[in-house]
């Protein structure tokens, strides 16, 4: 799969997964910010939790914690808190944030089952 076919399917795990967050009751705030620190594919927000998601989708998912790197782990963080700066008095006073892992095995389709792992890592 080329460059651009991979992005073609990035993008559409990521509405999928943000669709599939909204059916639990997350509101989507922001997708796919960026910045030049890095970025974050999903932001949204249920009650007291904003969560910063980063999508990955695989024709296999490893059996391991190895999809997400420390580089790529740094860049979510990066931008997350940027964006939190520019949004802060948006947000209200109490909040709390997480990292969260969507994961997407094969091919994206409207049945694609999402893998989801809260607090896959901790940042600020």
Do not use: C
């Amino acid at each position: 799969m080329d460059r651009r076919a991979r992005e073609i399917e990035g993008r559409k795990a990521e509405a999928h997964v943000a669709r599939w967050l909204k059916r639990r009751g997350w509101k989507i705030l922001a997708d796919r910010f960026k910045v030049p620190e890095g970025e974050v594919d999903l932001i949204a927000r249920r009650k007291g939790v904003i969560a910063f998601v980063e999508v990955k989708q695989r024709e296999k998912l490893p059996e391991t914690d190895d999809i997400l790197t420390q580089t790529n782990i740094t860049r979510v963080m990066d931008a997350a808190e940027i964006w939190v700066g520019r949004n802060f008095e948006t947000l209200g006073p109490d909040f709390e944030i997480r990292f969260d892992l969507a994961m997407i095995e094969g091919r994206v389709h409207p049945m694609a089952k999402v893998h989801y792992i809260e607090r896959a890592f901790s940042g600020f």
